[in-house]
């Protein structure tokens, strides 16, 4: 409901209703309350008894103009987009009172439906990033801070005619890191972190951090400086397949914070983001595109993440990577070995519309 208010009609009609949002934040028992003076529109609450994504939502409907009711929102894909339907049914029993204005509901409340789906059309049709992103998970994680090793990278080409290719170089940073840890005998404690800091069509630089303990006693080279692993409350998805076109789950996360009304550190067109390199992963048998187990951390993981991407030929494996999106930081510290952290913490009248 955290933009409910946004496509209502009713708020069209009442922009200085009161309202209420209590109990879970989305799904099953998320509830919703507007208290107006308008008698058109009175006092309404409804909750949420049934939530099947992308297909159905049912919501009990609590009017004190008609009692209640059962609404759904009903979401059918065809060529031309999804089409929704928004159905309002109420059991009117035997008060002849109310058989009376059951008659008249659909003029009630009919124009109500069509206006408010076609706010709702709009609003979905304005958003900066229209895709679809029922094929990725995405999940809100807490990661915590831990010891890392930072370094800086950069790549560029000098005529039109050759490819950036950045997780190339990313892969050369991820192994100088790697090199280095190995000749100081520091166990690696989790997969290596990259944050792009430009890009354009000649050049890329980046940050990459690789988790790592037993800093205390190693004397680092210039380039390379002890750090914090990125921490935080973030929006996570995992993107299967080449590396170079993660940025379409990115747009996909930003259509779906778009959608929900979630606002990232940054804002929803330039967010804090950055991706951790998982490595090849099975490929799960039941859909095959990609939301696979977490497995183990450690060197194991850092060794496949920093593999050339499609030099595996197993048909059964795909390349994953992890895209974050920031959504509350936490507060600096200095580094300090805390061996363990930073991983995921274990988200009657009927109107149809085309959107």
């Known amino acids: 409901y955290k933009r409910f208010d946004v496509w209502s009609p009713w708020h069209a009609k009442d922009p200085e209703m009161q309202t209420t949002l209590s109990g879970e934040v989305m799904g099953f028992g998320a509830t919703h309350k507007m208290v107006s003076s308008n008698p058109k529109i009175g006092t309404v609450e409804q909750r949420i008894i049934e939530s099947d994504p992308y297909r159905l939502v049912k919501i009990q409907h609590n009017w004190n103009r008609f009692g209640n009711a059962t609404v759904t929102y009903r979401f059918k894909p065809d060529d031309l987009g999804v089409q929704t339907t928004w159905s309002y049914d109420i059991d009117l029993g035997m008060d002849p009172v109310m058989r009376y204005r059951g008659m008249y509901l659909d003029s009630a409340i009919g124009e109500d439906l069509q206006m408010g789906l076609m706010r709702l059309k709009a609003m979905l049709e304005s958003t900066p990033f229209a895709r679809d992103y029922s094929d990725i998970d995405v999940k809100t994680v807490d990661l915590l801070p831990r010891d890392a090793l930072q370094t800086t990278g950069s790549t560029t080409i000098y005529t039109a005619d050759e490819v950036l290719n950045i997780p190339a170089a990313i892969d050369e940073t991820v192994a100088k890191l790697n090199e280095f840890a190995q000749k100081n005998k520091l166990q690696v404690t989790g997969r290596p972190q990259v944050k792009m800091l430009s890009k354009d069509r000649y050049s890329a630089s980046y940050d990459v951090l690789l988790p790592v303990s037993g800093l205390e006693d190693v004397k680092l080279p210039n380039d390379i400086k002890a750090a914090k692993t990125l921490a935080g409350k973030f929006l996570m998805a995992e993107h299967w397949g080449r590396r170079s076109l993660s940025n379409v789950t990115g747009e996909k996360m930003q259509a779906y914070m ?55 030929t197993d048909p059964n494996t795909e390349y994953v990577t992890r895209v974050y999106f920031l ?29």
């Open 327 to 355: 959504l509350e930081a936490l507060p600096q510290v200095e580094p300090a070995t805390e061996e363990g952290q930073g991983e995921p913490a274990a988200e009657g009248s009927e109107a149809t519309a085309q959107s």
């Open 258 to 312: 778009s959608v929900r009304g979630i606002e990232p550190v940054g804002g929803i067109t330039t967010p804090e983001r950055f991706e951790e390199l998982v490595g090849e992963m099975p490929i799960p048998e039941e859909n095959g595109n990609g939301q696979g187990e977490d497995e183990d951390e450690g060197v194991a993981g850092f060794e496949a993440s920093t593999a050339e991407e499609g030099a595996d």
